[in-house]
C-alpha cells in the first residue's frame, strides 16, 4: 500500500468545517483513499472512501485531486463529538490489509 | 450482535502467562484481521485471514504469537510466555470481501496489560 502522510495534528471551531489534508503521492491506479478516525479508548471507524471522483456521505466529504496524489477529508460541521484521531489509507483489495500511519489528531474545540 | 465484539476488554496478566483474546467478527463476514496499538501509535497489522486460512501473518512480531480461526468465524488471538512490551491494545476487524473494497468494521479492542 502507498505511504501517506499526514500532519499530526489539527485545531478546528465548532461549527466550523475541518478540512484535513492528506499526501499519497506514490498512489498506484488501483489504490482507494480510505478515511477512518478513532476516538478514544474506541475502536477505528469507517468515514469514506474513494478512488478518483470526489465523494459525500452523511458524514464527510472526500476530494481527490485529478494527479490523485492528495485528497482532503471535510468534516462541514465540526463538533465537539468529531474529535479524535483521523487516518487516511491508501489501500488495494489485493494488498489484503490496511496501512495505518500516525494520522492526525484533530481537536474540535467550543 | 451487529457488530465485532472483542472479549476481553481488559486483560491483566503477570509476564510469563498464557493468554488468549476472542474476537467475533459480523456474522458472515470472511475477512479478519488482528491489529495492536501502543499508546500514541496508530494500529499495527498482526495477521489476515480469509475464511478459516491465514492468509497473511507477515505482522506476527514473534513465534510467541499465534492466531487461529478454526470455523471461520470466530478468531482467537494467543499469547505465549507474556512479556511487558506485548501491553497494548488488541484490535480485531472483520471485512466482507463480497464486493471490492469494502469497509472494515473495529470491534473495540482488548486492553491487555502485562505486569
Known amino acids: 500500500d502507498a505511504k501517506t502522510t499526514q500532519p499530526p495534528s489539527m485545531d478546528c471551531a465548532e461549527g466550523r468545517a475541518a478540512n484535513l489534508p492528506c499526501n499519497h503521492s506514490?498512489?498506484?491506479?488501483?489504490?482507494?483513499v480510505y478515511w477512518y478516525r478513532q476516538i478514544h479508548s474506541q475502536g477505528p471507524q469507517y468515514i469514506i472512501h474513494?478512488?478518483?471522483n470526489n465523494e459525500t456521505n452523511e458524514m464527510a466529504s472526500l476530494i481527490i485531486t485529478e494527479d490523485r496524489k492528495s485528497s482532503t477529508l471535510i468534516l462541514p460541521h465540526a463538533t465537539l463529538r468529531d474529535t479524535a484521531v483521523y487516518y487516511c489509507?491508501?489501500?488495494?483489495?489485493?494488498?489484503?490489509?490496511?496501512?495505518f500511519g500516525g494520522g492526525t489528531r484533530l481537536m474540535v474545540k467550543p | 450482535g451487529a457488530g465485532v465484539s472483542q472479549t476481553p476488554s481488559n486483560k491483566v496478566t503477570e509476564k510469563g502467562k498464557y493468554v488468549e483474546l476472542r474476537c467475533d467478527p459480523i456474522?458472515?463476514?470472511?475477512?479478519l484481521y488482528w491489529y495492536r496499538q501502543s499508546l500514541g501509535q496508530g494500529p499495527e497489522f498482526l495477521i489476515y485471514?480469509?475464511?478459516?486460512?491465514?492468509?497473511?501473518d507477515s505482522g506476527l512480531p514473534n513465534d510467541r504469537f499465534f492466531a487461529v480461526r478454526p470455523e471461520g468465524s470466530v478468531s482467537t488471538l494467543k499469547i505465549q510466555r507474556t512479556e511487558r512490551g506485548d501491553s497494548a491494545v488488541y484490535l480485531c476487524?472483520?471485512?466482507?470481501?463480497?464486493?471490492?473494497?469494502?469497509?472494515?468494521?473495529f470491534g473495540q479492542g482488548t486492553r491487555l496489560t502485562v505486569v
Open positions: 489509507i491508501a489501500y488495494n483489495n489485493a494488498g489484503n490489509m490496511l496501512t
Open positions: 485471514f480469509q475464511g478459516t486460512g491465514a492468509a497473511d
Open positions: 474513494g478512488l478518483k
Open positions: 476487524a472483520s471485512r466482507s470481501t463480497g464486493n471490492m473494497n469494502t469497509e472494515a468494521f
Open positions: 506514490t498512489i498506484s491506479g488501483n489504490e482507494y
Open positions: 456474522s458472515g463476514h470472511t475477512a
